[in-house]
């Protein structure tokens, strides 16, 4: 019998920390938002994570957020925790990194919320389309003050609401 070497142990350890999240974490939910001002009806949909993101001062249960109002489709990492302003960038940026499943990770640079704890993505609809394909999103962030930290979202099963995204967003998946 061979004994494990600290490497070995440091990666089962860290693979055994990636499958228990994955277990505990929460499909796509739906709420609908009223209007109060007699607006077109509005919808939103949003997968919850069941770890969080640590700034210190707080520790956030982080969402990703699908807002559609009529043929208008947004997409927000919601983390929870103030993020780290994006270096040399334009005021009120924030960036994050998203691996969809195993592929590579994409960059994005979206506008703060007025707490800077959310990121508004740009493009909404390539983003809605892109998270139907894929099973875990994989959603990176710098809380201030600290070093990048990654959190798994179970983003499966958003195809379930495709008629719901199709009606409110303007946006139509793919048959799966």
């Not at 089962?12 to 999240?21: F, I, K």
């Not at 499909?27 to 994570?49: L, N």
């Not at 994989?138 to 179970?154: D, N, Q, S």
Request: contains cysteine; hydrophobic residues 45%; positive net charge.
């Amino acid at each position: 019998m061979s004994v494990p070497t600290p490497a070995r142990l440091v990666f089962a350890t860290l693979m055994l920390g990636v499958l228990a999240a994955e277990a505990q974490l929460t499909d796509w939910k739906r709420v609908p938002v009223e209007s109060r001002m007699g607006e077109a009806p509005m919808i939103a949909f949003y997968a919850q994570a069941s770890e969080r993101f640590v700034d210190g001062a707080r520790k956030g249960k982080p969402m990703l957020m699908i807002g559609c109002g009529p043929n208008r489709a947004r997409f927000a990492i919601m983390a929870e925790v103030q993020i780290q302003p994006e270096t040399g960038g334009a005021y009120g940026q924030r960036s994050a990194r998203i691996r969809l499943d195993d592929g590579k990770p994409i960059r994005i640079v979206g506008q703060e919320s007025n707490a800077g704890s959310d990121i508004y993505v740009p493009d909404g609809a390539a983003w809605i389309k892109r998270l139907a394909s894929a099973k875990i999103a994989m959603v990176e962030v710098t809380p201030f003050r600290h070093g990048p930290t990654a959190i798994p979202f179970a983003v499966a099963g958003l195809d379930v609401h495709a008629k719901e995204i199709e009606q409110y967003c303007g946006v139509k998946l793919k048959a799966k």
